[in-house]
């Protein structure tokens, strides 16, 4: 059984700054691709950033320079740190985890709000 734990989401205000953390409950080197995903409130979920095991990187157009994905191999936590945050990325936050292209794992999310 795979489970994945966001952490570190809450209210923050324009311009601040957050780090979230996703603990894997096995070696997250066994995982293809591990990412985050938001959705906000009637909206469909995005992607936006996505490290794979290679170390290769990709980001959202819109967070691009912002926000970014790292790992811990050692503590199975990959990390979004997240810098100038608008209220547009007011979302819940979640943690995937892909495997053999055919295993999809999803965290329960954490919510981010970006407000004054």
């Known amino acids: 059984q795979v489970t994945l734990v966001e952490s570190g989401g809450g209210l923050v205000q324009p311009g601040g700054s957050l780090r979230l953390s996703c603990a894997a409950s096995l070696s997250i080197g066994s995982f293809n691709v591990m990412g985050w995903y938001r959705q906000a409130p009637g909206k469909q979920r995005e992607l936006v950033a996505t490290l794979a095991s290679g170390g290769s990187t990709n980001y959202a157009d819109s967070v691009k320079g912002r926000f970014t994905i790292s790992r811990d191999n050692a503590k199975n936590t990959v990390y979004l740190q997240m810098n100038s945050l608008k209220p547009e990325d007011t979302a819940v936050y979640y943690c995937?985890?892909?495997?053999?292209?055919?295993?999809?794992?999803w965290g329960q999310g954490t919510q981010v709000t970006v407000s004054s």
């Open positions: 995937n985890a892909k495997r053999w292209g055919i295993e999809d794992y």
